[in-house]
């Protein structure tokens, strides 16, 4: 059974930092590509980061220079680390799972972010 499950979300204030972890089980992790996604209210879930299973990381314009993805692969376990955190950086952050050549695609439960102005 597949399993991701993030932790570390919270309430922070503006200009703060978070550190978000998302430990997976049930999949050969080093074969995956994983991601960070959110999603605000009343707004479509979207891309925040993505580390692919070689390491190469992608950021969406808005995080970049502010939030670092990082993956350990001895641990299951791949990281968002969120600095200088804004009130639009509130949202439910997703963990995701996607093996590099078959597409199977999985998610977490989801984390809350709280940015306080």
């Known amino acids: 059974q597949v399993q991701l499950v993030e932790s570390g979300g919270g309430l922070v204030q503006t200009g703060g930092s978070l550190r978000l972890s998302c430990v997976a089980s049930?999949?050969?992790?080093?074969?995956?590509?994983m991601g960070w996604y959110r999603q605000a209210p009343g707004k479509q879930r979207e891309l925040v980061a993505l580390?692919?299973?070689?390491?190469?990381?992608h950021y969406a314009e808005f995080v970049k220079g502010r939030f670092t993805i990082s993956r350990d692969n001895a641990k299951n376990t791949v990281y968002l680390q969120m600095n200088t955190l804004k009130p639009e950086d509130t949202a439910v952050y997703y963990c995701?799972?996607?093996?590099?050549?078959?597409?199977?695609?999985?998610w977490g439960q989801g984390t809350q972010v709280t940015v306080s102005s």
């Open positions: 049930g999949i050969s992790f080093n074969f995956y590509n």
């Open positions: 580390i692919t299973s070689g390491g190469i990381t």
């Open positions: 995701n799972s996607k093996h590099t050549i078959r597409g199977y695609d999985y």
